[in-house]
């Protein structure tokens, strides 16, 4: 695991907001850096919830800010806790539609810009998907796709 993701956001509970997104059997998924030896990890766009932010307007500002598209709507689908080493977040997943789906890669404030986590964002089709090994991808997003899509 990466050093400055410890340094950065270890030791301590993050509540995150995920937003799950289709379009044409393809959900968008973001590549971040950091997160195992393999330096690839796939997950829905997302982030830690703000003092005083509703889960809803954490999901609004996220998209925005790391994939550049505006949610019109968030239905609650699932919670997952993730604990690994000194990292631990309780995420809570939703289900978002978007005004439209010109999305590019944005980037996330709270990490200087020649830090970045992000790799790159990709429309992945569910074949991709099932097709990754399951430390290269979210674990809710094989259960989503495996059910919802």
Same mark, same amino acid.
């Given at each position: 695991?990466?050093?400055? %993701?410890?340094?950065?956001? @270890? $030791? ?7 937003? %799950? ?12 850096? @950091?997160?195992?030896?393999? $330096? ?9 919830? !703000? ?12 998209? &925005? /800010? !790391?994939?550049?598209?505006? +949610? ?7 919670? $997952?806790? =993730? ?12 289900? &978002? /539609? ?6 590019? %890669? @944005? ?7 020649? $830090?970045?986590?992000?790799? !790159? +964002?990709?429309?992945?089709? +569910?074949?991709? +998907? ?16 495996? =059910?919802?899509?």
């Amino acid at each position: 695991m990466d050093t400055f %993701l410890t340094q950065q956001f @270890g $030791n301590r509970v993050r509540i995150r907001c995920m937003a %799950l997104i289709e379009q044409n059997d393809a959900i968008l998924l973001i590549n971040h850096r @950091g997160l195992n030896p393999q $330096n690839c990890f796939w997950m829905p766009p997302g982030g830690g919830i !703000e003092t005083g932010e509703s889960v809803l307007d954490c999901i609004a500002r996220e998209v &925005s /800010e !790391e994939v550049n598209l505006k +949610i019109l709507k968030s239905e609650f689908y699932c919670l $997952n806790e =993730y604990i690994v080493d000194s990292l631990h977040a309780v995420e809570l997943f939703f289900k &978002s /539609e978007v005004a439209d789906y010109d999305s590019w %890669l @944005g980037s996330d404030p709270e990490i200087s810009p020649d $830090n970045q986590l992000f790799l !790159e +964002i990709k429309w992945m089709d +569910i074949e991709s +998907i099932n097709n990754m090994d399951e430390y290269m991808v979210h674990p809710v997003v094989k259960k989503y796709v495996t =059910y919802s899509v």
